[in-house]
């Protein structure tokens, strides 16, 4: 099989975050999924539960586009004429999710399909219980989209005949189902046809302590190597497709939901950077630089620390995958200057939870996102 064409980029980070290929899949699986949430409860209260459920939908209507032309690609497909085919295309867009995704009918008129597993909800966040369970309420909703879309870039392709989407079970929904079914039909199916049972058993409990996308993959005779790119870069196309949403349908708020995003995450990156460095009270410069070096390589910045004493130091970084996933989309330069400033409030919020937002000043002298050949952050305390 061929390589991945995103390969050499993510194993370009991962030599400058050092870590290995699979566990950088495995962290930026998590951290994909983590992030799609935190979309949700950002856009929510923002935007009010309607436009914010619609643009957050648009997310996953645009990972789909991104999915359907993968499989055109692969299967080496010019139009779609039949469902048959579109149920292919389905599957595969699921594969590489991943999710385990099971073929049990794929017919003229009807395809029928079994999610035993999936990334999202296995790799979500953990936070309070009442949040997780109205997200993945919507998350059904959610897959009714994603399949929309799918279906519309079919018609784009060839496909004549309108296809109707059931979803009868979700695991993210149903709490004892055990699997999602995922039902496509023309309007010459017969609805009454029996459907294909789902097996009583949990595969969460076939897996047993084994790493669940290790364990995936397998079933699905795939590898790290096949699978990493995509969701390390999906991490940041994710990211893009959120500020688009924003910039195209909510331009005078884009920026401050986009910061408010991202404010998301030093309260909890934070606390584990001080645990992580032994550092139980931040004082110095140097301390503090590290902690936003941390916290930069937690977003997969390789940041580091040049040079530091007590009252000064910098923080440098050579690369950017935001930056370099959002010139693979042609993104607007408007995203290159929301990302700096989202930084801007990224690093007040480490300033604030370190306690040190009176005590020092950081301030960002270049950024790659701006065209400069590096990130420089300058560190000062009083």
Not at 53 to 79: C, I, S
Not at 88 to 111: Q, S
Not at 136 to 147: A, D, G, I, N, S
Not at 215 to 223: E, H
């Amino acid at each position: 099989m061929a390589q991945h064409p995103l390969l050499p980029f993510m194993e370009a980070h991962g030599k400058l975050l050092g870590t290995s290929l699979k566990d950088l899949t495995v962290d930026a699986l998590r951290s994909l999924f983590g992030h799609v949430y935190y979309i949700w409860r950002t856009f929510k209260p923002a935007l009010g539960e309607e436009d914010g459920l619609k643009y957050y939908g648009n997310v996953w209507a645009e990972l789909a586009k991104l999915g359907f032309a993968g499989a055109m690609a692969k299967f080496g497909l010019k139009e779609v004429k039949d469902l048959p085919t579109l149920g292919r295309i389905v599957e595969d867009c699921f594969t590489g999710v991943p999710a385990l995704y099971i073929t049990r009918r794929n017919e003229k008129d009807e395809h029928v399909g079994h999610v035993l597993w999936c990334a999202n909800p296995a790799y979500g966040p953990s936070d309070n219980t009442y949040c997780r369970h109205d997200y993945y309420r919507q998350e059904v909703y959610l897959t009714y989209v994603y399949l929309w879309a799918l279906i519309e870039e079919a018609k784009k392709s060839g496909l004549k005949e309108d296809v109707l989407v059931e979803l009868p079970s979700g695991r993210c929904r149903d709490g004892s189902a055990c699997a999602c079914q995922i039902i496509l039909r023309t309007r010459t199916a017969n609805p009454d046809m029996p459907l294909p049972e789902v097996k009583k058993t949990f595969i969460d409990l076939e897996m047993g302590t084994q790493e669940p996308v290790s364990y995936v993959l397998k079933k699905q005779k795939r590898s790290f190597e096949e699978q990493g790119p995509a969701t390390f870069s999906g991490f940041f196309a994710v990211d893009f497709f959120a500020w688009l949403q924003l910039f195209q349908n909510v331009k005078a708020k884009a920026q401050a939901v986009y910061n408010a995003l991202w404010a998301t995450f030093p309260p909890m990156w934070v606390k584990e950077a001080r645990l992580e460095l032994e550092i139980g009270r931040v004082k110095t410069a140097k301390e503090l630089a590290q902690v936003i070096a941390f916290c930069m390589r937690k977003k997969y910045i390789a940041g580091t620390v040049a040079q530091a004493d007590a009252m000064q130091a910098v923080v440098v970084a050579e690369a950017d995958p935001f930056v370099q996933v959002a010139d693979m989309f042609g993104a607007p330069k408007d995203y290159h200057k929301a990302l700096v400033k989202a930084d801007e409030a990224f690093i007040a919020g480490i300033l604030k939870e370190t306690k040190m937002d009176k005590k020092a000043t950081v301030k960002i002298k270049s950024h790659i996102a701006q065209g400069d050949k590096k990130t420089e952050i300058i560190v000062s305390v009083k």
